[in-house]
């Protein structure tokens, strides 16, 4: 089984609807992270969570939230989707940066809105 | 944030050496300097990362310029499988941006059987 589980892995939907996305991860880490990526781009970063209490905004947050439901799992939602929202996600994970600071991605979520 | 450079693709052979070069001159003396790829249809996956000294692991060696201004990822010998998107990154270590890691466009490594 992946140590960073994404589910759904692909999802059409609407515009206006609202979509979560989850995330968990078995690797005991503290910090998860939701990136985004778009065609010939890099990956950009969403939203980031250092522990259970700390929920941090990225480069581009408008139009997304994030819960931090349990050391292991941190959900990504878009309350009302926009097509320019069709991307892949990413969530990553990783322990203490005074170690090898290693972030750990899930396989990704491929998200369209029509 | 520092930024980094690199060639928006780059060509090998087969069981031949692969450099792949990274700019950032604006690095600071905090900044480590880490190296993912993504491999198609999946996650990025770690690589190797450095702050001073030139680095080696099971996958790769990392070569940093004495200034640090620029950095070389060295594949020694390149498989099919080492086909993917190479991100150079340079990561905080502290202050508000601690921890985050900002990714460029990368490089596009295509090896030739």
């Known amino acids: 089984d992946a140590d960073v589980t994404q589910t759904p892995r692909n999802r059409i939907t609407k515009t206006g609807k609202r979509i979560m996305l989850e995330c968990s991860q078995t690797?005991?880490?503290?910090?998860m992270y939701w990136y985004r990526q778009d065609p010939g781009l890099g990956l950009r970063l969403i939203y980031y969570s250092f522990d259970v209490k700390d929920i941090n905004k990225g480069e581009i947050s408008d139009g997304y939230s994030v819960s931090r439901q349990a050391q292991a799992k941190f959900s990504l939602s878009l309350e009302s989707a926009i097509p320019n929202q069709t991307a892949l996600y990413f969530c990553a994970t990783s322990g203490s940066f005074a170690n090898t600071g290693e972030l750990f991605f899930g396989e990704g979520s491929r998200l369209t809105v029509l | 944030d520092a930024k980094t450079t690199q060639p928006n693709s780059m060509e090998s052979n087969e069981e031949e050496p692969v450099h792949l070069p990274c700019n950032h001159s604006?690095?600071?003396?905090?900044?480590?300097i880490h190296w993912y790829r993504q491999l198609p249809s999946q996650g990025p996956e770690y690589v190797i990362h450095g702050l001073t000294s030139n680095v080696n692991n099971r996958m790769a060696s990392l070569a940093i310029a004495e200034d640090r201004k620029s950095s070389t990822l060295i594949l020694h010998r390149a498989t099919l499988r080492d086909a993917a998107v190479y991100y150079c990154?340079?990561?905080?270590?502290?202050?508000?941006?601690?921890?985050?890691?900002?990714f460029g466009q990368g490089t596009i490594l295509t090896v030739h059987p």
């Open positions: 690797k005991g880490h503290d910090r």
């Open positions: 990154i340079l990561r905080t270590a502290g202050g508000t941006s601690y921890g985050k890691l900002t």
């Open positions: 604006t690095i600071s003396g905090t900044d480590y």
